[in-house]
């Protein structure tokens, strides 16, 4: 409890003030008034301003991803980014220096012991991608303490949501100021980029490939494509497509759809097994489907309805909005009444 004060005092106080203002505004993650449904908005109206400057559908999208990317952040650069805005920000001379002082020995906790592996296993891991996982089965008397891995970040500590937010800064002023791409944004560790010209788009991933080795970023290069606007793909869990009027089709992702009915059927086996609530899981379901229904077709809704009333032979019980959701789960079953 005493670390997640200091935490919150250094994010809240100093290092959320002092990143934030160089942070570009489609820049959507763990922000104030920002967050998913933010980045999805300014996906959406991209798309939409694509259409009204070039009247047509026919362009290009790179959607790009960075491979494990808080695991993977080396802790000298990331040192370096922060160093450089704290400076800029922080005129207490006092202030900053305890402020680093803090963020030094905090970036300690984030070092792996690897005291087990050569060194020149070591450095294979700094140069390629690391698992934050690797000591997990390892004997607690390898680990001596004698070699560190400066490496990786905690993403349960909130420092680090300042720090996936700030570090690949230089992704996002290149690909706005730089290269000029207005319809460009990122969350976190996914990015896009929207043009009429794909070669374009081509230079602007061979830019951000060498800003990326610079910086210990790893691509996902099966993840990063660039494909056709008028064509279906995938961001942040939902599927889009530009027509050739301008309209957006907006669709969750089938497999979102797949992975929650399962969960329905484990949570009812753990309801028979007396280990969890009929409460929680229906707390647990209008969460998913009151984050998740307007990307829902009727069909999808209804299906889901009726599969929660077969298991758990009850309906949800909403206590406030939700009118139109409401509507149509009491549509949707022969059961509900």
Same mark, same amino acid.
């Given at each position: &409890?005493?670390?997640?004060?200091?935490?919150?005092?250094?994010?809240?106080?100093?290092?959320?003030?002092?990143?934030?203002?160089?942070?570009?505004?489609?820049?959507?993650?763990?922000?104030?008034?920002?967050?998913?449904?933010?980045?999805?908005?300014?996906?959406?109206?991209?798309?939409?301003?694509?259409? &009204?400057?070039?009247?047509?559908?026919?362009?290009?999208?790179?959607?790009?991803?960075?491979?494990?990317?808080?695991?993977?952040?080396?802790?000298?650069?990331?040192?370096?980014?922060?160093?450089?805005?704290?400076?800029? !920000?922080?005129?207490?001379?006092?202030?900053?220096?305890?402020?680093?002082?803090?963020?030094?020995?905090?970036?300690?906790?984030?070092?792996?012991?690897?005291?087990?592996?050569?060194?020149?296993?070591?450095?294979?891991?700094?140069?390629?991608?690391?698992?934050?996982?690797?000591?997990?089965?390892?004997?607690?008397?390898?680990?001596?303490?004698?070699?560190?891995?400066?490496?990786?970040?905690?993403?349960?500590?909130?420092?680090?949501?300042?720090?996936?937010?700030?570090?690949?800064?230089?992704?996002?002023?290149?690909?706005?100021?730089?290269?000029?791409?207005?319809?460009?944004?990122?969350?976190?560790?996914?990015?896009?980029?929207?043009?009429?010209?794909?070669?374009?788009?081509?230079?602007?991933?061979?830019?951000?490939?060498?800003?990326?080795?610079?910086?210990?970023?790893?691509?996902?290069?099966?993840?990063?494509?660039?494909?056709?606007? !008028?064509?279906?793909?995938?961001?942040?869990?939902?599927?889009?497509?530009?027509?050739?009027?301008?309209?957006?089709?907006?669709?969750?992702?089938?497999?979102?759809?797949?992975?929650?009915?399962?969960?329905?059927?484990?949570?009812?086996?753990?309801?028979?097994?007396?280990?969890?609530?009929?409460?929680?899981?229906?707390?647990?379901?209008?969460?998913?489907?009151?984050?998740?229904?307007?990307?829902?077709?009727?069909?999808?809704?209804?299906? &889901?309805?009726?599969?929660?009333?077969?298991?758990?032979?009850?309906?949800?019980?909403?206590?406030?909005?939700?009118?139109?959701?409401?509507?149509?789960?009491?549509?949707? !079953?022969?059961?509900?009444?």
């Amino acid at each position: &409890m005493a670390d997640k004060t200091v935490n919150h005092i250094i994010c809240d106080g100093i290092l959320t003030p002092a990143l934030n203002k160089y942070l570009i505004y489609d820049n959507g993650a763990s922000q104030k008034g920002k967050g998913v449904d933010f980045h999805r908005r300014r996906f959406e109206a991209h798309l939409h301003q694509y259409f &009204m400057r070039h009247r047509t559908n026919e362009g290009y999208i790179l959607l790009g991803d960075f491979s494990g990317y808080y695991a993977n952040i080396p802790h000298s650069k990331c040192s370096e980014v922060l160093v450089q805005f704290l400076s800029r !920000s922080v005129s207490n001379p006092a202030e900053l220096r305890y402020t680093l002082g803090l963020i030094a020995r905090i970036f300690k906790t984030f070092r792996i012991d690897v005291s087990r592996f050569s060194n020149a296993e070591i450095q294979a891991m700094m140069n390629g991608k690391v698992d934050p996982m690797l000591n997990l089965n390892a004997a607690p008397a390898m680990m001596t303490g004698q070699k560190f891995l400066e490496k990786g970040v905690d993403i349960g500590n909130q420092i680090s949501q300042n720090i996936g937010l700030i570090y690949p800064y230089r992704f996002d002023n290149f690909a706005k100021v730089v290269a000029g791409i207005e319809g460009y944004g990122r969350y976190t560790d996914d990015f896009y980029a929207i043009s009429d010209s794909r070669e374009e788009l081509l230079g602007l991933l061979d830019d951000l490939r060498i800003i990326a080795q610079e910086f210990g970023i790893i691509l996902n290069e099966r993840k990063t494509r660039i494909v056709k606007l !008028s064509g279906f793909y995938r961001h942040l869990q939902n599927g889009y497509s530009l027509t050739e009027t301008g309209r957006v089709i907006r669709k969750i992702n089938p497999k979102s759809i797949t992975r929650e009915r399962r969960k329905l059927k484990a949570y009812k086996r753990l309801l028979d097994a007396g280990k969890i609530t009929y409460e929680e899981i229906e707390n647990i379901f209008k969460s998913w489907l009151g984050g998740n229904y307007k990307r829902m077709s009727h069909r999808q809704i209804y299906n &889901m309805t009726d599969l929660y009333i077969r298991l758990f032979r009850r309906k949800p019980r909403w206590q406030k909005g939700h009118s139109r959701l409401r509507w149509l789960m009491e549509h949707s !079953s022969a059961d509900w009444n």
